[in-house]
């Protein structure tokens, strides 16, 4: 079954460490997003990519960084800049032309500064 | 800009009671409208969606109707079971090209026996 995977589901940062979680796709979809979950906040939008070899900047870009090297992939590294990093992080996948489809979700990562 | 304001959970009901969550919009173009649902330790699965004004939505006893003239999606289920106890998400997208998602903040519902 096609599908997103996210791992790992939970991950353990120590201060001033960069991480990097990782999102794989098999729906053929060609944009991809990453989204930031804190508890009565919603979901808040870090970066997307329509195609390969380009990503746009979310609503709170700041301390992230993506890359989308295969139209499969598309891993967000939390960088040590990113001053309160412990949240639920959800990739979620659409299909570039039908959109209005909604996206598919992972099952997300859930990141711990210690 | 545009965005999504759902009515403040957390919401309790018992099981077989009717709900109902708001959810109002505020979009500069015509966006589609989308219902998901968040499990416990889960991502978010679509639950149903609406494309135009007037059309409803359905899906596993849910509904939701696009109302253009009252900016509104509100979800109805007519008879809750606890298995229904999860995360709700309204959201909205707009736009051509980089259609992206905008979401409210979540309902929390929880339903007893």
């Known amino acids: 079954d096609g599908g997103i995977t996210q791992s790992p589901k939970y991950l353990f940062r120590k201060e001033g460490q960069n991480v990097t979680l990782s999102c794989e796709q098999n729906?053929?979809?060609?944009?991809m997003y990453w989204y930031r979950q804190d508890p009565g906040q919603g979901l808040r939008l870090i970066y997307y990519?329509?195609?390969?070899?380009?990503?746009q900047k979310g609503d709170i870009a700041e301390g992230y960084s993506v890359s989308r090297e295969k139209k499969e992939s598309f891993p967000l590294t939390v960088t040590s800049a990113q001053k309160n990093p412990t949240a639920f992080y959800l990739c979620a996948s659409s299909d570039g032309g039908q959109a209005a489809r909604g996206y598919t979700f992972g099952s997300g990562t859930r990141l711990t500064v210690v | 800009g545009d965005s999504v304001t759902q009515m403040e959970g957390p919401v309790t009901l018992s099981e077989e009671a009717f709900l109902t969550i708001n959810c109002t919009y505020t979009a500069t173009g015509y966006p589609s409208l989308f219902w998901y649902v968040q499990y416990p330790g889960e991502g978010l699965q679509l639950l149903l969606k609406a494309t135009k004004a007037d059309d409803k939505g359905s899906n596993k006893g849910f509904e939701a109707t696009y109302r253009k003239e009252t900016t509104s999606f509100h979800l109805e289920k007519g008879s809750v079971q606890v298995s229904d106890s999860a995360v709700y998400f309204c959201a909205l997208m707009v736009g051509q090209g980089a259609q992206k998602l905008v979401f409210g903040q979540g309902t929390r519902l929880t339903i007893n026996p």
């Open positions: 729906l053929n979809h060609d944009a």
């Open positions: 990519s329509q195609i390969v070899n380009d990503f």
